[in-house]
């Protein structure tokens, strides 16, 4: 499965607002440009497996978690981004959680199978 750069560039975008960085500190820590730092959030640019490694490492995440959208088995860093984003929810919200789960996995095989398409493609 090759990578996803627009994912992986947005997931790193993502952990760098979470740690409160801006591009420059984030290049500044591991020794890239600012542009490239935007490129690579932006997908336009490749990074290397190397750069990846100093990105996740200064980001306080594991590589999995940037490239989980380009790996077959990533369940495990999806039950963490998930519980990462309940630990936020209302009560009401919570409440409501299971029912939407429930109802989600009705519609899952299509899902599961619209996403098995686009990887052929």
Known sequence: MPVDYVKL?????????????SQAELASATDLS????????NAKTKVSLEKVVDIANVLDCSV???L???VV???VIYVNEV???????SDVEMRA????LRSY????????NHIQRNDVQ
Request: glycine share 4%; aromatic share 6%; with cysteine.
């Open 97 to 100: 959680l299971p029912e939407f």
């Open 34 to 41: 600012t542009q490239h730092i935007s490129n690579i959030e």
């Open 73 to 75: 088995k990533s369940k």
């Open 9 to 21: 560039g947005a997931r790193v975008k993502r952990r760098r607002e979470k740690a409160r960085m």
């Open 105 to 112: 996995s009705h519609f899952s095989k299509l899902l599961e």
């Open 83 to 89: 519980a990462g984003l309940i630990e936020s929810f």
């Open 64 to 66: 999995d978690e940037l």
């Open 68 to 70: 989980c959208d380009s």
